[in-house]
T-cell receptor
């Protein structure tokens, strides 16, 4: 069965510090994609970063980076120099690879609520 | 690009009434997904369509739920009759046919059944 586990229900971090949000996944698929989404208090789901299972380099997008450890089935999100606006719920998600022409569902973890202290 | 458009943003209805949620995906996206978010169960995939065809509806909780996608630019999720436990935020998301950079979500519909 495919599953995403986020073990940190909530975290408090001081502004400007780096923060790591943990995510482990379970799948028997050889190919898959990993995602992180941000959900601020306003409720929308915002795509942050993507990592393919065959990508050798860790994905980066501005202050976001994904620490991908395939053997450990870990896909932690690292936010550098945290800002007050980073306070939100963060979801790790996984999609089995269905090929470019087909769709496959994304499954989500339970989320981590990140609060940035000024 | 207007993004994924959902309507209404908020819906309050009485138990037993029919509720219809609407979604317009991003033009050119060929996959559409309906998710439900609750505190207890998190984000659950209800159903998804590829090229307007339902691919997987195993997440639809009961026969009271139905979804349609009559064309590439419109989808509905209907609950009939609605019950208080259906109260949740319902998200629609769409995905482009190429690349694998996640879905684009709509703003969601917050449904309250009283």
């Amino acid at each position: 069965a495919q599953k995403i586990t986020q073990t940190q229900p909530g975290m408090f971090v001081q502004e400007k510090e780096a923060v790591t949000l943990d995510c482990t996944y379970d799948t028997s698929d050889q190919s898959y994609g990993l995602f992180w989404y941000k959900q601020p208090s306003s409720g929308e789901m915002i795509f942050l970063i993507y990592q393919g299972s065959y990508d050798e380099q860790n994905a980066t997008e501005g202050r976001y980076s994904l620490n991908f450890q395939k053997a450990r089935k870990s896909a932690n999100l690292v936010i550098s120099a945290s800002q007050l606006g980073d306070s939100a719920m963060y979801f790790c998600a996984m999609r089995p690879w269905g090929g470019y022409s087909s769709a496959s569902k994304i499954i989500f973890g339970s989320g981590t609520r990140l609060s940035i202290r000024p | 690009d207007a993004g994924v458009i959902q309507s209404p943003r908020h819906e309050v209805t009485e138990m037993g009434q029919e509720v219809t949620l609407r979604c317009k995906p991003i033009s050119g996206h060929n996959s559409l997904f309906w998710y439900r978010q609750t505190m207890m169960r998190g984000l659950e995939l209800l159903i998804y369509f590829n090229n307007n065809v339902p691919i997987d509806d195993s997440g639809m909780p009961e026969d009271r739920f139905s979804a349609k996608m009559p064309n590439a630019s419109f989808s509905t999720l209907k609950i009939q009759p609605s019950e208080p436990r259906d109260s949740a935020v319902y998200f629609c998301a769409s995905r482009a046919p190429t690349g694998d950079y996640g879905y684009t979500f709509g703003s969601g519909t917050r449904l309250t059944v009283v």
